[in-house]
C-alpha cells in the first residue's frame, strides 16, 4: 500500500523558501518508472501541478515557476522534497505530494499540507 | 501551456447518469486522467489513460475519448459521489482542468 505525507511550515513571511518534505512508504524512488509529483491548490480552487522527480534522478518542474523550484529526493529515506524561492501571497496554498508514474499518471496522493504566506 | 476546459458544475438525481467533458486546447492523444476530490479531502485517481479504470474504483465509472475531447461517465450515479472533478493532461507539461463541481439533488 502506497501512503504519502507532506510536512511543512505552516506559516512563513513573504520573500522567504518555502521548504517541504514528502515522507512515503510503499515504494521506492529508487525504482524503474516511480516518481513523486508536487501540486498545490489554493483554497477552493484548480490544482496546479508545480514539479516532478523520477527514480533516475531527472526532475521536470513547471515552466511558469521553474527558477523557484527545486526538487530533490533522499532515497534511503524514502522522502522527496519541494524548496520554493521567494514566496509571496500567491503562494498560499495546500500543497501535496503524489506518487507518480508514467506517463505522469498520479496515483497516489498525500493528505497534503497547507502553507500560508503572511508577515 | 496545454488548457483544459471543463463544465464549471452540473446537478443529477441518484441512479441517472452523468457524463462530464474536458476539452483540450490541443490534441493529447490519449494521455488524459480524471481524479475525484471530495470536500476537504484530497484528489483520487479514477480514469487514466483516457479510458482506464484505476485499482478499486467501481464500475459505475469509465472514461472515453482521444485527441481534444474526453469524457468521464458515471453510471448510475450515486449520493456518495458528490465531488469535484478534474481531468489532467499529460502529453505535455502536465496540467489540470479548473474542475466540474458534481452535485446529488
Known amino acids: 500500500q502506497v501512503t504519502l505525507k507532506e510536512s511543512g511550515p505552516g506559516i512563513l513571511q513573504p520573500s522567504h523558501t518555502l521548504s517541504l518534505t514528502c515522507s512515503f512508504s510503499g515504494f521506492s524512488l529508487s525504482t524503474y518508472g516511480m516518481g513523486v509529483s508536487w501540486i498545490r491548490q489554493p483554497s477552493g480552487k484548480g490544482l496546479e501541478w508545480l514539479a516532478s522527480?523520477?527514480?533516475?534522478?531527472?526532475?521536470y518542474n513547471n515552466p511558469s515557476l521553474k527558477s523557484r523550484l527545486t526538487v530533490s529526493k533522499d532515497t534511503s529515506n524514502n522522502q522527496a522534497f519541494l524548496k520554493v524561492t521567494s514566496v509571496d501571497t500567491a503562494d498560499t496554498a495546500t500543497y501535496y505530494c503524489?506518487?507518480?508514474?508514467?506517463?505522469?499518471?498520479?496515483?497516489?496522493w498525500g493528505q497534503g499540507a497547507s502553507v500560508t504566506v503572511s508577515s | 501551456d496545454t488548457v483544459l476546459t471543463q463544465s464549471p458544475a452540473l446537478a443529477v438525481s441518484p441512479g441517472e447518469r452523468v457524463s462530464i467533458s474536458c476539452r483540450a486546447s490541443e490534441g493529447v492523444n490519449s494521455y488524459m486522467h480524471w481524479y475525484q476530490q471530495k470536500p476537504g479531502q484530497q484528489p483520487k485517481l479514477l480514469i487514466y489513460k483516457a479510458s482506464n479504470l484505476a485499482s478499486g474504483v467501481p464500475a459505475r465509472f469509465s472514461g472515453s475519448g482521444s485527441g481534444t475531447d474526453f469524457t468521464l461517465t458515471i453510471d448510475p450515479v450515486e449520493a456518495d459521489d458528490t465531488a469535484t472533478y478534474f481531468c489532467q493532461q499529460s502529453w505535455n507539461d502536465p496540467t489540470f482542468g479548473s474542475g466540474t463541481k458534481l452535485e446529488i439533488k
Open positions: 503524489a506518487h507518480t508514474r508514467l506517463p505522469y499518471v498520479m496515483d497516489a
Open positions: 522527480i523520477w527514480w533516475n534522478g531527472n526532475t
